[in-house]
């Protein structure tokens, strides 16, 4: 599991890469605690083709993480579809992405869109509605997005705030029940 540097706060940009409409999400973590910053999309249907759509990537990461400044990415990661040419492009803009975090020294991590949905809802099939509406009560954001690729991106990075945050047992913790009471005798009667 990746840790954070030793900071009161961080700072977390999410990205849901696509290749028509592209979401990001900032968030600020502290503690327990998070809060969005900014979320939008880029939309990317205008221009002429896969090549300008990269290029439009790229130099919009850059101009974000240039003036937002976050500390680590948190990208979803392509998953296996039907469609291998719709697969190798997704995963091209998601390797655009990560090259404005690298060429910006940021720490880069991938999340299964099961992963997130399951860390954000409790189920990995859940709609993008549902993981909006779960956001906005968790993070305390007043309008949902015309897109919700947007909340998708702000799901990515609230996933990995959960993920960093979670304490880590030194111990290893149980792998059963009997391994849990021997481990605990006085917790349990």
């Not at 939008?40 to 083709?49: A, I, N, Q």
């Not at 003036?67 to 990415?73: A, M």
């Not at 997704?90 to 992405?97: I, K, M, P, S």
Request: hydrophobic share 45%; with cysteine; net charge positive.
């Amino acid at each position: 599991m990746q840790q954070l540097p030793d900071l009161k706060m961080t700072r977390i940009l999410g990205i849901d890469p696509g290749t028509n409409v592209l979401g990001f999400g900032i968030i600020d973590c502290e503690g327990k605690s998070a809060k969005v910053v900014m979320m939008g999309v880029l939309e990317l249907k205008k221009y002429p083709d896969h090549y300008a759509k990269l290029k439009k990537i790229y130099d919009s990461m850059m101009g974000i993480i240039d003036e937002f400044k976050p500390q680590q990415l948190a990208i979803e990661a392509p998953f296996f579809g039907k469609n291998v040419q719709s697969m190798l492009k997704l995963g091209r803009a998601q390797g655009v992405c990560m090259a404005a975090a690298l060429a910006h020294d940021m720490p880069v991590t991938e999340y299964a869109p099961l992963r997130v949905k399951q860390a954000i809802t409790g189920h990995g099939d859940a709609a993008k509605e549902q993981v909006a509406a779960m956001l906005q009560k968790m993070l305390h954001f007043a309008d949902l997005p015309k897109y919700l690729d947007a909340t998708d991106a702000l799901g990515v990075a609230y996933c990995h705030f959960l993920q960093i945050s979670a304490p880590v047992m030194s111990d290893g913790g149980a792998r059963s029940w009997k391994e849990f009471i021997a481990k605990n005798p006085g917790r349990v009667k």
